[in-house]
């Protein structure tokens, strides 16, 4: 699987952006989705996740009520809404997949094999 993000870029307070990730690969269509971010010196952190069907959406604490994850599986991409944005959002978000039949906790980085080269998200006026 492959993964190229876009989207990044300068935004102020308040603001929003929409991330997207293209995916390729024989088996995008069964993968769970997700998004990651990371400052520099701190590990990454959990965004949110979406399954093929939609019927498991996960989000961490920071993007709950702001952020929306979604994905046209037809485009094989998927999005990440962000909304009201802040200062402490600014982070480089990578796109990450892993298999549907995957274990282990969907918080943790070290559950997903597959990751996107990262978008750089800066929110300051």
């Known amino acids: 699987v492959q993964l190229v993000e876009s989207g990044g870029g300068l935004v102020q307070p308040g603001g929003s952006l929409t991330l997207s990730c293209s995916a390729s690969g024989p088996s995008f269509t069964r993968h769970i989705m997700g998004w990651f971010r990371q400052i520099p010196g701190s590990e990454r952190e959990f965004v949110a996740s979406?399954?093929?069907?939609?019927?498991?959406?996960n989000y961490g604490g920071s993007a709950r009520g702001r952020f929306t994850i979604s994905r046209d599986n037809d485009k094989d991409t998927v999005y990440l809404q962000m909304n009201n944005l802040k200062p402490e959002d600014s982070a480089v978000y990578y796109c990450?997949?892993?298999?549907?039949?995957?274990?282990?906790?969907?918080?943790?980085?070290?559950?997903?094999?597959?990751w996107g080269q990262g978008t750089q998200v800066t929110v300051s006026s």
């Open positions: 979406r399954n093929y069907g939609g019927d498991s959406v």
């Open positions: 990450t997949s892993r298999s549907g039949f995957s274990s282990g906790s969907i918080d943790s980085d070290h559950t997903w094999p597959y």
